[in-house]
């Protein structure tokens, strides 16, 4: 049952990117609009991060998030999502005031990515620690090269989407282990409860 939550989360972001990046009016209203707040904003907190500005930008940003949300345990993925859409939402207005629209996965896959690392870190402190630097070696790269490694030309870059889906990644693995534990409990009080 878990294989089939993750399968039907990672289906479900995929189909909704590939309408909102080939219906182009779809696209419009689900961007991100940093230079123009309205009560819109609250819900293309979400909606920004599934349009993308080509079909290649769709193709790298899916492929990745089909990676990562496949290692992932489905709970996981959900949580970091929750809490890593608004937080790269809310950077980008704050840190692009002049941009137009905003869209795209990749900061949120950073976060993902992140917390990724802190899973693997609990089996493997090394692959974990060597995981985390290579993610932020790679933006560091990114940000001063002034481009990403796989789509240049289609869009203007914006580093900060993935600085923020980085931080965030590393709050979710912080708070990882106390969730869990208060997973734990609340299962084993459950089950105190019945008897």
Known sequence: MKNHARILLIAAVLLASAILTFCPEAGEAAALRPNHCDASFLWRMSTCHLVHWSAKHLFYDG????????????????????????????VVT???????????????????????????????????????????????????????????????PTDMAHVAGIATGIICGICRKPFLKMIDIAINYSKFSKN
């Open 63 to 90: 492929i990745c998030f089909a990676i990562i949300a496949a290692m992932l345990p489905a709970w996981e993925t959900i949580a970091c999502l929750a809490v890593s859409a608004p937080v790269v939402a809310i």
């Open 94 to 156: 704050h840190s692009y005031p002049e941009m137009t629209a905003y869209g795209g996965l990749s900061g949120v896959n950073c976060a993902l990515f992140v917390a990724w690392a802190f899973h693997v870190a609990g089996y493997s402190k090394t692959i974990g620690f060597w995981a985390l630097a290579a993610i932020i070696a790679k933006t560091f790269v990114e940000y001063h090269e002034g481009h990403t490694f796989f789509v240049t030309r289609e869009f203007i």
